[in-house]
């Protein structure tokens, strides 16, 4: 029985080291607070998933269309609108990359939370 | 030893408790540090929840009797193998299973998703939660580190559960349905972080993919446990036990099929957070049927310390799922639609409304009987009849619509493209109906159906196949065996999931023929030595008894030579086992492959009177029923193209979701 309390204890404490790992490794962190994406960032990752959705769909209309599964017609009506889909994500993340990277040289840290 | 596991179990309530509070707060309040102190808490929790799993197993191969569960559960003479089984053979243990895994896949899942730290410090608190309604009842309503003093012997297992698939059916099914708690906790951590985006549906891809075919592999290994061991002639009896599992995994298959179309088109987000929702709230519904005793009795329900805290547990998670999901409306609102009702997103929503359907009707043929009873007090019973009706009704369209999805074209497509891709399926299915017509197979409608149909939709995964090689070949200019493995290689979740619709289709025929089209005999009167019956156009002569003692039994078999057009092809042994310990009688059945069917010949002796060593034997003829056994192992092949990484896609996630993480980490 004491045995078993024994390890039950060693269990417990293994357990309280493991939880605590975080505060003991940093006691007096610079910085303890977790970022938040901004909303730059949430929109730069809506207009990335925008631009691969497009991307993907006009790939696979390629595929269906040399497969057949889509005919010449519907293949005309449904890649101008893809294609300029595509196009329009494209460019709007473009500008973002430039505002992101013009935000780094200035020195402003990247995910900086609104009104910080 | 079982005040270790008392303890280790303490610990991880503890654990558990804190990752669910901690974590809430770290969420709420943006502190780091106590973040990944919560996270660190999953991972402890998984490593005291192995130590009380390992002095369960300890004492299950000792025969520890002074521990209750072991004296309820294994006796000495019960195989070491079976006595291991025992872990999930009983309530308190398969529960110790659930937070095994449970923590195990938390652990597991929190730590590959470590740099989506935004979304992951809110999935913590949300499998903190379901993992302290676990722990709190193994510490505090049912234990398995109970011990009373020891009895001389144990009581055994139940005879039907001393069978090799018991090794493996409970397990996958419990890899299934903890499996589902994944997709959830992050389907809500994205609810309650705000952020609807798809990262959830990228973290948790392989996840859900993983449960719902450990969930299907485990159904496949219960029907052929049946199948083999309980004796009836049959693979699924439509029971409470048996549509637990099922229910979770329609649901998990519906959300399976319409989360494409939210990484395809961005539609139908607040669709796939319900699906989500549903198969787990379903899987912990299964849990619920399958422990709390309901299914036997309401009354034995209310005497079950589980039946309350689970049904309370569950209205507590409803409810959380269906406020974040309300809360969150606004931001899972579609900025796209559907653009016809003929294309590829259409009849994924036609196979989503079916799926959903059939899983509801079952829910409803589960629940009347309970409710009837709970309410007035009258014994119902919901039969295959209900069952059968509706899986005709919603089942067969389904069937036909996964033949029709890959033909149809995403956003719209036209008659004249329809007429082009639609041929060779529909030649398949009208030669394949006719030919089944001459050769007498309309006897059965929905049979005659179900072949026609498969038909469809094995010719139409053929042509996908087919047509998509022969386009790899035209634009690499690869050679066709390369082209067919470079298409399947760059596309592994579409070909798998075509190799997982011919897995459906095999087990569709499998269970048409052998349900529809079998032959069942089984004679009023006795057979005694020397005389024969006859079942479509096979003979059975029964030769005798004999008797010999098992491991743990005792055993009688019957000695039947089986004959096809006068010769001899088989000797089968139909019997019974008598288990002493257990005071219970096992039918023990005997089974001829018949290549030429791909069927069986399932021999069991109903009765034997041991005294004048007369025989009621029972036969029962399935053909192709082997088909279902076999779409096992191609569902298992499909599932795991589909799941398996794709490197490029990795790399171009990654790419994706960078920015995001590198701005929530610090």
Redesign the interface.
């Known amino acids: 029985m004491s045995v078993a309390l024994v390890l039950g204890a060693v269990l417990a404490v293994v357990a309280v080291l493991l939880v605590a790992r975080p505060f003991l490794r940093e006691p007096s962190p610079v910085e303890d607070t977790l970022v938040e994406p901004d909303e730059l960032d949430r929109r730069r990752l809506e207009l990335v998933e925008e631009r691969d959705r497009a991307l993907a769909a006009l790939k696979e209309l390629e595929f269906d269309h040399r497969t057949g599964k889509v005919s010449d017609d519907d293949y005309r009506a449904l890649v101008g609108p893809l294609r300029r889909r595509a196009a329009e994500a494209l460019r709007a993340l473009e500008p973002r990359a430039e505002a992101r990277h013009e935000r780094s040289e200035a020195g402003t840290p990247e995910g900086t939370p609104k009104g910080q | 030893?079982?005040?270790?596991g008392?303890?280790?179990l303490l610990?991880t309530f503890?654990?558990v408790v804190?990752a669910l509070v901690a974590g809430a707060l770290?969420a709420r309040s943006?502190?780091?540090?106590?973040?990944?102190?919560a996270q660190?808490?999953l991972?402890?929790?998984f490593?005291?929840t192995l130590?009380a799993a390992a002095v369960l197993l300890v004492a299950l191969a000792r025969r520890d009797f002074t521990f209750a569960y072991v004296a309820a559960h294994t006796s000495r003479s019960l195989p070491l193998g079976y006595a291991l089984s025992a872990f999930w053979g009983g309530q308190e243990g398969s529960l110790l299973l659930w937070l095994l895994i449970l923590t195990g896949y938390a652990a597991l899942a929190v730590w590959l998703n470590r740099r989506n730290?935004?979304l992951v410090?809110w999935v913590v608190p949300v499998l903190g939660l379901v993992a302290t309604f676990f722990a709190f009842m193994l510490c505090f309503v049912s234990s398995p580190f109970v011990v009373a003093p020891a009895p001389g012997d144990g009581a055994g297992m139940v005879a039907s559960l001393q069978n090799p698939y018991m090794l493996a059916h409970p397990p996958m099914l419990y890899l299934g349905y903890v499996g589902l708690t994944i997709p959830f906790a992050f389907a809500m951590g994205a609810l309650l972080s705000g952020?609807t985006?798809?990262r959830w549906i990228v973290a948790t891809r392989r996840w859900t993919l993983a449960a719902w075919t450990f969930l299907g592999v485990g159904q496949l290994l219960g029907a052929h446990w049946a199948y083999v061991e309980i004796g009836w002639g049959g693979y699924y009896a439509w029971d409470p036990v048996e549509n637990a599992a099922l229910m979770p995994w329609l649901a998990a298959t519906a959300f399976l099929h319409s989360v494409m179309i939210q990484?395809?088109?961005?539609m139908l987000k607040v669709w796939n957070m319900i699906l989500v929702a549903l198969a787990f709230l379903l899987s912990l519904f299964g849990t619920f049927l399958t422990r709390s005793g309901v299914v036997n009795s309401i009354h034995s329900f209310s005497q079950s310390p589980l039946g309350g805290w689970f049904l309370g547990f569950i209205a507590i998670m409803t409810a959380f799922s269906v406020a974040l999901i309300y809360w969150r409306l606004p931001l899972l609102r579609s900025k796209t639609k559907l653009e016809s009702l003929v294309s590829r997103e259409a009849t994924f929503l036609y196979n989503n409304l079916l799926l959903v359907a059939l899983c509801l009707t079952i829910l409803w043929g589960v629940m009347y009987p309970l409710l009837t009873e709970a309410l007035r007090g009258e014994t119902r019973s919901v039969s295959k009849p209900y069952y059968d009706f509706f899986l005709h009704v919603f089942g067969l369209p389904l069937l036909l619509l996964m033949g029709i999805g890959p033909?149809?074209?995403?956003?719209?497509?036209?008659l004249?493209?329809l007429g082009?891709?639609f041929l060779v399926p529909l030649l398949a299915a009208v030669v394949t109906g006719v030919a089944l017509i001459a050769l007498g197979f309309g006897s059965s409608t929905p049979g005659l159906l179900a072949y026609t149909f498969s038909a469809f939709v094995a010719a139409s995964i053929v042509l996908e196949f087919q047509?998509?090689t022969?386009?790899r070949h035209?634009?690499a200019g690869e050679s066709y065996p390369r082209a067919l493995v470079s298409l399947v290689g760059r596309n592994r979740r579409r070909y798998g999931g075509y190799i997982v619709h011919a897995a459906i289709v095999l087990l569709a025929i499998g269970i048409a023929g052998s349900s529809a089209y079998q032959t069942v005999r089984e004679p009023a009167h006795g057979l005694r030595k020397g005389q024969s019956m006859e079942a479509a156009g096979w003979t059975f002569v029964y030769r005798g008894l004999t008797t010999h003692q098992e491991a743990d039994a005792q055993a009688t078999r019957a000695t039947v030579d089986v004959y096809r057009g006068g010769s001899h092809v088989t000797t089968l042994h139909p019997g019974k086992n008598w288990y002493p310990v257990e005071q219970q009688t096992s039918n023990e059945v005997s089974i001829y492959h018949d290549p030429r069917s791909i069927g069986d010949v399932f021999t069991i002796a109903d009765q034997i009177d041991p005294k004048s060593g007369v025989l009621f034997l029972k036969v029962l003829v399935k053909p192709l029923v082997n088909l279902i056994w076999v779409a096992g192992f191609v569902f298992v092949f499909g599932s795991v193209i589909a799941m398996w990484p794709d490197a490029v896609e990795q790399r171009?996630l990654a790419e994706?979701?960078a920015?995001?993480a590198?701005?929530?980490?610090?």
């Open positions: 030893m079982a005040d270790l008392r303890a280790a610990v503890g654990l804190y770290a943006r502190r780091r540090r106590l973040a990944l102190s660190n808490a991972f402890a929790a490593l005291s130590v730290r935004d410090v952020r985006d798809e990484e395809k088109r961005g033909l149809v074209a995403w956003r719209r497509a036209s004249r493209a082009k891709t047509r998509g022969s386009a035209a634009i171009r994706r979701y920015p995001a590198a701005s929530a980490r610090t």
